[in-house]
C-alpha cells in the first residue's frame, strides 16, 4: 500500500487566489511528522512546513497552512494568495518512529501551475 | 548559511562505467542522506549517515551502491558497473541531528548511455 498518496497529479490556480493541494497517508505508528517540499524546475528541494502527529494546532509558515485531519489521514496543504512563483512540483512525505524517524517516504507530487 | 551543495550538477556516463557522486551538507549537521529521483517520481530514499557511520543502508538497491562519509561531513555516493536503470536524480540532504527537518542540495542528475 502506498504510504503518502497525492491524487493531483497537475493543478491550476488562479494569481492571488488560494489553492489545496492534497495528501493523504497510511501509517499504524502513532507517532509520525509530514513535510510538504516545493520543487522548482532548478530539482532542489525546499522544505515548507512540518506538522507533527501529536501537535494539537495546524501548522502555518507565512502564506502555507496544513489541514491536518488526524482520523482522516489527511494532511493538505493550503497555499495563500497564490503567486507565479509558487508555479512548482509539490510533495508530501512521511517520517515514522518505527523508521527511526530518519527516512522520509515521499508522494508522486503535485505540479501546481499559477496563471497571470 | 551556505546550503547543501552536491557535485557535481549534471554526470553523463556510459553503462558498465564507475562514477561518484559528492554531498557536502550544512555546517554542523550530523546526519546527511542520500534519495534517488526517478523521472516522475518523489524522491526514493538510499541510505542515511549518522556522523561517520551508515545508520541505514536499507534503500541501497544492490551490491553496485555503496557510499561512504569518512570524516562525518562531505559524503560521496559510489555506483559500480553503472546500468541505464541507474538514471536519474541522486539528492542529498542533512539535518541537524535525527528527526531533525531535512534540507536537500539541487541535486545530480546521472545520465548513463
Known amino acids: 500500500a502506498q504510504k503518502i498518496t497525492q491524487t493531483q497529479p497537475g493543478m491550476f490556480v488562479q494569481e492571488k487566489e488560494a489553492v489545496t493541494l492534497d495528501c493523504t497517508y497510511d501509517?499504524?505508528?502513532?507517532?509520525?511528522?509530514l513535510f510538504w517540499y516545493k520543487q522548482p524546475s532548478s530539482g532542489e528541494m525546499i522544505f515548507l512546513i512540518y506538522?507533527?502527529?501529536?501537535?494539537?494546532q495546524n501548522a502555518t509558515e507565512g502564506r502555507y497552512s496544513l489541514n491536518f485531519q488526524k482520523a482522516r489521514k489527511s494532511a493538505n496543504l493550503v497555499i495563500s494568495a497564490s503567486q507565479l512563483g509558487d508555479s512548482a512540483m509539490y510533495f508530501c512525505a512521511m517520517r515514522e518512529a518505527s523508521s527511526g524517524n530518519t527516512p522520509l517516504v515521499f508522494g508522486k507530487g503535485t505540479r501546481l501551475s499559477v496563471i497571470a | 548559511g551556505a546550503g547543501v551543495s552536491q557535485t557535481p550538477s549534471n554526470k553523463v556516463t556510459e553503462k558498465g562505467k564507475y562514477v561518484e557522486l559528492r554531498c557536502d551538507p550544512i555546517?554542523?549537521?550530523?546526519?546527511l542522506y542520500w534519495y534517488r529521483q526517478s523521472l516522475g517520481q518523489g524522491p526514493e530514499f538510499l541510505i542515511y549517515f549518522q556522523g561517520t557511520g551508515a545508520a541505514d543502508d536499507s534503500g541501497l538497491p544492490n551490491d553496485r551502491f555503496f557510499a561512504v562519509r569518512p570524516e562525518g561531513s562531505v559524503s560521496t555516493l559510489k555506483i559500480q558497473r553503472t546500468e541505464r536503470g541507474d538514471s536519474a536524480v541522486y539528492l542529498c540532504a542533512s539535518s541537524r541531528g535525527t528527526g531533525q527537518t531535512q534540507y536537500f542540495g539541487p541535486g545530480t542528475r546521472l545520465l548513463v548511455l
Open positions: 501509517t499504524s505508528d502513532p507517532s509520525y511528522g
Open positions: 506538522q507533527g502527529s501529536y501537535d494539537q
Open positions: 555546517s554542523g549537521h550530523t546526519a
